[in-house]
Nanobody, 120 residues
Framework: QVQFVESGGGLVQPGGSLRLSCATS????????MGWFRQAPWKERELVAS????????NYIPSVRGRFTISRDDAKRTLFLQMDRLKPEDTAVYSC?????????????WGQGTQVTVSS
């Protein structure tokens, strides 16, 4: 059974930093590109950062490029997202998943996500 458990969110002031973690189980680690998604209120879920399994190529949406860094620990099967210089528009629930067609989540079993709130 595939499971994702996200943690590390919280309330932070603009300009602050957070480091998110996603522990996985049931995923054949190394077979999939992995990504961080976010969903803000009244908006569709979007893929914000991704990393391939072999060459660790990373990709980001323009609004977070240069501020967010995705990484992975293959031994621990854990995905990370370092978020710096946070902005109010980064406020959302952040979740991880393997990446499927159309930059959607591959597995149906999403985790509970972790809330990130950027506010003064």
């Amino acid at each position: 059974q595939v499971q994702f458990v996200e943690s590390g969110g919280g309330l932070v002031q603009p300009g602050g930093s957070l480091r998110l973690s996603c522990a996985t189980s049931g995923v054949t680690w190394g077979n999939y590109a992995m990504g961080w998604f976010r969903q803000a209120p009244w908006k569709e879920r979007e893929l914000v950062a991704s990393m391939t399994p072999d060459d660790w190529y990373t990709n980001y949406i323009p609004s977070v490029r240069g501020r967010f860094t995705i990484s992975r620990d293959d031994a621990k099967r854990t995905l990370f997202l370092q978020m710096d210089r946070l902005k109010p528009e980064d406020t959302a629930v952040y979740s991880c998943n393997a990446i499927g067609p159309g930059s959607s989540g591959l597995f149906r079993s999403w985790g509970q996500g972790t809330q990130v709130t950027v506010s003064s």
